[in-house]
């Protein structure tokens, strides 16, 4: 059965995703040259410092805002909570635009966490919820190829961008990949239910789930 028979639930989610997490191959392979290049004392370490500060503050922030959203009745909390994340993360790469010191790259780190801790957990609760039966392999295996094949082809393509545009147009495009993305999610607001039908599948993944 082809993917576009999955329900438009499920349909939106994974396009959303597509959309954003492609953009954000845009910006995988320069953010470190980036670094380099624009920031004052720019480094290895002052890269390396930022990952971590990201990792590690979405890491802590992620299993309460899940527990959170769990104790609220129904799932509306969980869509809303997932809008304003990717929206708040989508505004992140224009933030790197007027950036010049560490801290400012830190700080917009922090940000990002906190926002795709909004993300993680309601999308996933979203998904698993509305999932169609007896093909939820399948939904996770295309909406994992869909990700990897639309994060390599813009990866291949950031690099060149960069080198003859610069910076700034990767970061405008990432914003406003990702603007678009959660917009889409708009068009599933009257689908949504006061109470998910969830049938025990947990979110196995969203590896990597970084606008960068």
Known sequence: MPA?????????LILSDFIIYSASGLLAPIFAVFLLDSIRGGDASVAGMAAGIYWVTKSLLQVPVGKLLDKIKGEKDDYYVLIFGTFLASLVPLGYLIAF??????ALEIILAFAMAMVIPPWGGLFTRHIDKGREAETWGFESSLLGLGVGLTGIAGGFIAKEFGFEIIFIAVSAFGIAGASLLLLVRKDILPQ???????PHRRHGGHMR
């Not at 576009?4 to 939106?12: A, D, E, G, L, S």
């Not at 010191?101 to 830190?106: G, K």
């Not at 998910?196 to 947990?202: D, F, K, V, Y």
């Open 196 to 202: 998910g039908n969830a049938i025990g599948l947990a």
């Open 4 to 12: 576009f028979t999955f329900n438009k639930i499920i349909k939106v």
């Open 101 to 106: 010191e560490p801290w400012h790259i830190y």
